[in-house]
C-alpha cells in the first residue's frame, strides 16, 4: 500500500506560479514512476506530466509543456510540480499518482493521492 498526500494548492491570478508537493509512504519509492492529473469540473480527469522512478525520464501533456516542470527527490520521497505562466483553464483538482511505468494513461497508475485544488482567476 502506498499512501500519496499532495499539498501547495491554492488561488493564483493568471500568469502566477504554484508548486504542488506529493509525499509518499512507499518504502522503495524510487521504485515508482510518478504522474500528475488533473481534472476540471464536468470533465475527465487527464495527463500532465509524469516522471520514471529515477528521475531521469519525464513526460508531459502538450497543453503544459514549457510551463510546468516535475521532479523528484527520492530520498525525501517527494514529487513536485512547478507550474509556471498558468492560465485560467489550468483550474483544476490536481492529483498525484504511482504506478510501474511513465505512462499518460490514468489505468498505468495503481495508487492515488486525494488531490489539491488549483484556482487561477483574477
Known amino acids: 500500500q502506498v499512501l500519496l498526500v499532495e499539498s501547495g494548492g491554492g488561488s493564483v491570478q493568471p500568469g502566477g506560479s504554484l508548486r504542488l508537493s506529493c509525499a509518499a509512504s512507499a518504502r522503495t519509492f524510487s521504485n515508482y514512476a510518478m504522474g500528475w492529473f488533473r481534472q476540471a469540473p464536468g470533465k475527465e480527469r487527464e495527463f500532465e506530466a509524469a516522471?520514471?522512478?529515477?528521475?531521469?525520464?519525464?513526460r508531459y501533456a502538450d497543453s503544459v509543456k514549457g510551463r510546468f516542470t516535475i521532479s523528484r527527490d527520492n530520498a525525501k520521497k517527494m514529487v513536485y510540480l512547478q507550474m509556471n505562466s498558468l492560465k485560467p483553464e489550468d483550474t483544476a483538482v490536481y492529483y498525484c499518482?504511482?504506478?510501474?511505468?511513465?505512462?499518460?494513461?490514468?489505468?498505468?497508475?495503481?495508487?492515488w493521492g486525494q488531490g489539491t485544488q488549483v484556482t487561477v482567476s483574477s
Open positions: 516522471i520514471s522512478g529515477s528521475g531521469f525520464s519525464t
Open positions: 499518482a504511482g504506478g510501474g511505468v511513465v505512462a499518460a494513461r490514468s489505468e498505468a497508475y495503481d495508487y
